[in-house]
């Protein structure tokens, strides 16, 4: 299916999904999860507020604004996340409240969350993941700053020293106003509000708190919480309904029941996560471009080696590539100063063509929350679709070697490429065949043979076996080496050296 057809295809499945999905009033205690509950915080204060200081700080270095083009900023308007969810209430009553936890912060928190179909959920709800609700998110093992986590609802083992639950959106937020982030004001800046320094804003575990996802009903109620066979037991009631303290959600770490997404243990289990920028040198040369190149130069400009401005080890983290440093001010007023180690807030992955769906849906009228977008709002999220394909084109490297013909994928990420769904995804290289008087035969970027001007597949010698194989186009990049084999003689090929999607 051509791009444009899975597009169409999926806007019309949002459309119909979202409108015949069920709803739960009441969420089961089979979907809770610990962490900060709905109603237990002030309100969180809304982006616009953030906008009176950091909008329009620097030239092309805007807090505010780079936000606003990320996916986090529209998280919330995004109609496979509905169309997902649709489907997840048919299969689960009550569910969506799972994914309305992490997909709109503001409304979960505030108790908006119920009916689970996201129907009680207001325009002011339609920012996604807010400003304020990163900025109070505290480590959930209690090791930095204290966040509201009563009764059963504590997201961490109880160990000493604990450890925290990571993933599905079990946050622990400060139960003050205060901002939390990397630098200790007020040493060096006199914000209107109260803000923390916090350490945690600089690991990759605050990245991994919604960057894994965990099914709780399936960790409760599945043959071994939904793990694989041979994995440790899972700690569950086994049956529906029933106190939250027998549940899958509070007895194990979230990596271990009812996989559904696993960006951040694809991370955490590589070698990546625990290498220095300042020993960039040291990394094979193969590793020593892309993604891992353009993080390294962005972190030389603190002046420490590939360290932090302030002289605390820089690692290879899910900020130090989604979150570049920048020479700027992170607030326009006069006093701000001027960083060289300010975080950039884009948090840029690889989403291409969902700004695309949300500008079109907007402008017909059908977005399922936060329409009547803005220019500014427009404007950014374009701009936030041109940084998704950079980030495509950085992911990967190819090494084309001599006949026979190897293109060897170098996944660049530290994470699997594209990232986080078990059963893994597959980015393909557009391909371009020409016969020996440079004739065009086909280009194609779907799953499948390349086949000749009479439709008829392309068939070339395995030198290895010399029997004749059919080229395909894709490259499935869970293989440590993808080869595609040079063509018979008399025919050449031209790589075009650029990923440009998933199947």
Known sequence: MQRVGFFVVSLALAACLAAASKAATTVPTDIQQPGTQPGEVAPLERPDQCDNCHADSNKGVELANEWRGSMMAHASRDPLFWATMAIAEQDFDGSGDLCLRCHTTAGWMDDRSTPTDGSALTSADADGVECHFCHAMTNPDGSEHAGVMNGDFVAHDGGSPAKGYLGSGMASLLASDDKAGPYAYPTDADPPHGAVGSSFHRSV?????????????????????????????????????????????????PHSYGVVERTFSEYKSGALVETLVSEYAT??????????????????????????????????????????????????????????????????????????????????????????????????LAAGALRAE????????????????????????????????????????????????????RVDGEYGPLVDGNDQPIEVIDPATSQPVQVHSILDLDAPNTKIYQAKPGMTQQWANQLIGLS
């Open 205 to 253: 575990d605050f990245c991994g708190s919604c960057h894994d996802v965990s099914n709780p009903a399936v960790g409760d109620l599945a043959h071994n919480g939904g793990a694989l066979d041979g994995a440790p037991p899972v700690a569950q009631s086994g049956g529906l309904g029933g106190p939250v303290a027998g549940k899958a959600a509070f007895n194990n770490f």
């Open 283 to 380: 990394l094979p040369a193969d590793l020593q471009a892309g993604a891992i190149l353009e993080a390294r130069n962005a972190a030389l400009l603190a002046g420490q080696n590939g360290d932090y401005a302030d002289g605390t080890p820089r690692y290879y983290s899910c900020q130090t590539c989604h979150m570049q440093p920048r020479v700027g001010k992170g607030a326009k007023q006069n006093g701000a100063p001027v960083r060289d180690d300010l975080p950039t807030h884009d948090m840029t992955g690889g989403s291409y063509w969902i700004p695309s769906a949300v500008t079109y849906l907007d402008s017909v009228g059908k977005l399922r929350l936060g329409g009547g977008m803005n220019a500014t709002q427009l404007d950014t």
């Open 390 to 441: 950079h980030q495509l084109d950085i992911a990967a490297s190819l090494s084309i070697g001599k006949y026979p013909t190897t293109v060897v994928v170098t996944n660049l990420t530290g994470h699997k490429l594209i990232s986080g769904y078990p059963e893994g995804r597959r980015m393909w290289l557009e391909v371009s065949w020409y016969d020996d008087q440079d004739t065009l035969l």
